[in-house]
């Protein structure tokens, strides 16, 4: 049910998301941020859940309060999931050269 903006923009963003699926990204995000869990932001499609790329660090607690605003909280996550996208790209370049 769409009841505020960032309803509307969840779904929008949701749908452009995938599936990617990586098991370097995951192994670095863990390195990373030891002790947090991994959210999946745009959640999931019945048992698929949506691109690793799109996640966020968060505490046990923070989980389960962003299981609980799925929308509010994914759009107000934003930036820092494009942060951590930044943090592993940088990753990835510095291992080129």
């Known amino acids: 049910m769409i009841e505020s903006h960032n309803d509307q923009l969840f ?17 670095w995000f863990h390195q990373q941020y030891p002790g947090k869990e991994m ?6 499609y019945g ?3 949506t ?20 929308h509010d909280f994914a ?4 930036p820092e999931m494009l942060s ?4 592993y ?3 990835l370049e510095s291992k080129i050269k």
């Open 11 to 27: 779904n929008r963003i949701k749908y452009f998301v995938g599936f990617s699926r990586s098991k370097r990204f995951k192994f």
């Open 39 to 44: 959210h999946h932001i745009f959640g999931s």
């Open 47 to 49: 048992s698929r859940k």
């Open 51 to 70: 691109s690793d790329f799109c996640s966020v660090p968060v505490t046990m607690e923070e989980h389960q309060a962003a299981h609980k605003k799925t």
């Open 75 to 78: 759009i107000d996550h934003v």
């Open 84 to 87: 951590v996208m930044t943090d």
């Open 89 to 91: 790209i940088n990753h």
